[in-house]
């Protein structure tokens, strides 16, 4: 069993950074792949980045590429997303996730689900 705590949501201007963090806890991450999906008022949870077990691949949405990068440190058992030239229609509950299976094109089914942070960028 895993759990994961997301933190670092919050409201910011458009253009601004905000970084996201989730420690997880349970067991040893570096088992695991890790990611970041995000559920926006009124639309369903869509996939947001990946990284493999042990970080050797990451994987972004084609809407957030460029802009947002996720990384992990595994010593630390914590997984990061960093979001720069935030934009209002990344206002979103970001949900820390884990394990499962990645499929090509983005197609991911984690295991693990964190309780989510929000992060909401005003025009």
């Known amino acids: 069993q895993v759990q994961l705590v997301e933190s670092g949501g919050g409201l910011v201007q458009a253009g601004a950074s905000l970084r996201l963090s989730c420690a997880a806890s349970?067991?040893?991450?570096?088992?695991?792949?890790m990611g970041w999906f995000r559920q926006a008022p009124g639309k369903e949870r869509e996939f947001v980045g990946l990284?493999?077990?042990?970080?050797?691949?990451?994987f972004h949405a084609a809407s957030v590429k460029g802009r947002f990068t996720i990384s992990r440190d595994d010593a630390k058992n914590t997984v990061y997303l960093q979001m720069n030239s935030l934009k209002p229609e990344d206002t979103a509950v970001y949900y820390c996730?884990?394990?499962?299976?990645?499929?090509?094109?983005?197609?991911?089914?984690?295991?693990?689900w964190g309780q989510g942070t929000q992060v909401t960028v005003s025009s």
């Open positions: 996730v884990a394990g499962g299976m990645y499929y090509s094109g983005n197609k991911y089914y984690p295991d693990y």
């Open positions: 349970g067991r040893t991450l570096s088992d695991y792949a």
């Open positions: 990284s493999s077990r042990s970080g050797g691949s990451t």
